[in-house]
Every structure is written in structure tokens, then in C-alpha cells.
């Protein structure tokens, strides 16, 4: 959803917004959804607004006009903004500036308060009343990628990508399901590279208390056509297969609570 505002303050706005989406992957996890019954958050905000895996001070603050935090670096948890792709994106590969001038403080902190927040907090209540029901939750974090360059002419890349920060935010049994279960299905998975996850990861996952978050990103051809634009024909059988992974996790994401002497659901 973009408000006319920011589509005319864009440089190239059809071409920035295409590069910075996760290109129709609510879509894709409407159908997973409808197979399972699990609970979904959607983001409607896009991410050239505000990017919800990046964390609140991930900025480049010389894109804020009288910034408070003028002079101060960005943040250790995440560098990208240093490359364009902060908290709210500047710079874009083959574009350039992303924005004809700069944002306000007010601005950035209208966004904070009423994008950033809210769906974090959302993201955090519904894990927390899922843990307090099963005993253990998990988030499955759902993101979309450019298919992978090939490292050598003989090369497969990855279709999937599992990430879950080197095992920080995961218990390791459920990433392991996850590649299992990928890999059963004829389907070319990769763990953590080039893709560990962010901010979202960071602040939900906490697997000594039995909330685990795992990020999926998904090969834009495998949902989309030719020009990655529009869903494809593909996308039902994918979401059927996706909604297995989820069906696979849901079933063992409990057990690794009774390794943390959690309180498992009676039902």
C-alpha cells in the first residue's frame, strides 16, 4: 500500500517499488494459511516506507533533514544502512538515490510509532499467547529473493534459503526439519547463505524460552511469472507444499520445549 506522498517523492518509483518488495508473498501465505489454520501477520506497509526487519536506529541519518541522532553512527546490529538499505532505504543498484530530498525527524518518528511498533508488537502478542497455550512457538518469517546467481556454469542454486542467525534464534531441531523436509521434496535449500535473517529474527527469537523464529526466503520464479510481476499457475502447489513444511513444524516445534522444562498444552 502506497500513499501518493512517497510514490512522488521516488526518483523512479515503478522500479524502485518492484526491487524493494517481497513481491507478492502475503499471496503466497494467504494460501498457506487457508491449508493450515496457522495465525498470519501481514505487513501492508511497504518497505520503501519503512523496513520492518531492520531495527528502530538502522538509519542513515544524513537522509534525515535535522536529524536528533545527527553525527552518531549507525547501529552495531545491523550495517546496511552504511549500503543504502536501512531502516528506511536510500540507494538501490542500477538506480541510485531512491528519494528526490530528504525525511523529516517527524516523519521518521510518525513511522516508527505507527508502522514499526505496532507490528512488532503484534508479531510479539501473538507469539507470546502461542507459548503460553502449547508451550513453544514459533515464527516462520516469509521473504522473497531474486533467483541466486549461479557460482559456476554447472551450478543449482538455492530455491529456499533457511535462516536462522547461526542457530541464535532456532532451535537447531526445527532448522533441521525445515532443510529435511525441503530437501525430501526435491528442493534445492540453503542454510543461512547468503540470507541469515535480521532485525525480526533478533527481537522475536528466543529459544531458551521456547520462542523460535526461522526466516524463509523463496525464489520469486517459483510463485510469480516470467517478469516477476504477478502470481503464476505455480502458486497453489507451492503454498500445498509449503503448508506441509508448516504442518511439519508446527509438530516439532513442542517437543524441544520439554528441553527447557516448559509446560506443555493438555490438549
Request: one cysteine or more.
Amino acid at each position: 500500500m502506497y500513499p501518493e506522498s512517497i510514490r512522488q517523492r521516488m526518483r523512479s518509483p515503478e522500479y524502485a517499488m518492484k526491487r524493494l518488495e517481497d513481491r507478492m508473498v502475503d499471496r503466497l501465505a494467504e494460501a498457506i494459511v487457508a491449508e493450515t489454520d496457522a495465525p498470519l501477520i501481514v505487513a501492508y506497509a511497504p518497505r520503501a516506507m519503512l523496513d520492518l526487519n531492520r531495527a528502530p536506529d538502522d538509519m542513515d541519518w544524513s537522509m534525515v533533514a535535522g536529524a536528533r541522532d545527527r553525527g552518531r553512527g549507525n547501529s552495531r546490529a545491523n550495517r546496511r544502512a552504511r549500503s543504502g538499505l536501512g531502516l528506511v532505504p536510500r540507494r538501490l543498484h542500477g538506480l541510485g538515490e531512491i528519494w528526490r530530498d530528504r525525511l523529516t525527524q517527524a516523519d521518521l518518528d510518525a513511522r516508527v510509532e505507527t508502522i514499526h511498533e505496532p507490528y512488532h508488537r503484534a508479531v510479539a502478542d501473538t507469539l507470546s499467547h502461542l507459548r503460553r497455550r502449547w508451550g513453544a512457538a514459533l515464527l516462520l518469517d516469509l521473504h522473497s529473493m531474486p533467483p541466486l546467481k549461479k557460482r559456476h556454469p554447472d551450478d543449482k542454486p538455492a530455491e529456499f534459503v533457511i535462516g536462522d542467525r547461526f542457530g541464535a534464534s532456532s532451535h537447531g531441531s526445527l532448522t533441521a526439519a525445515a532443510l529435511h523436509f525441503l530437501g525430501q521434496q526435491g528442493r534445492r535449500v540453503a542454510h543461512n547463505r547468503p540470507y541469515a535473517g535480521g532485525y525480526v529474527l533478533d527481537r522475536h527469537g528466543k529459544p531458551s524460552v521456547g520462542i523460535h523464529a526461522m526466516q524463509l526466503e523463496i525464489c520469486r520464479s517459483l510463485y510469480l511469472d516470467a517478469r516477476h510481476e504477478e502470481p503464476s499457475a505455480r502458486l497453489p502447489a507451492l503454498a500445498r507444499m509449503l503448508a506441509g513444511l508448516v504442518q511439519t513444524l508446527a509438530a516439532e516445534v513442542v517437543p524441544p520445549a520439554r528441553d527447557h522444562g516448559l509446560p506443555l498444552a493438555a490438549e
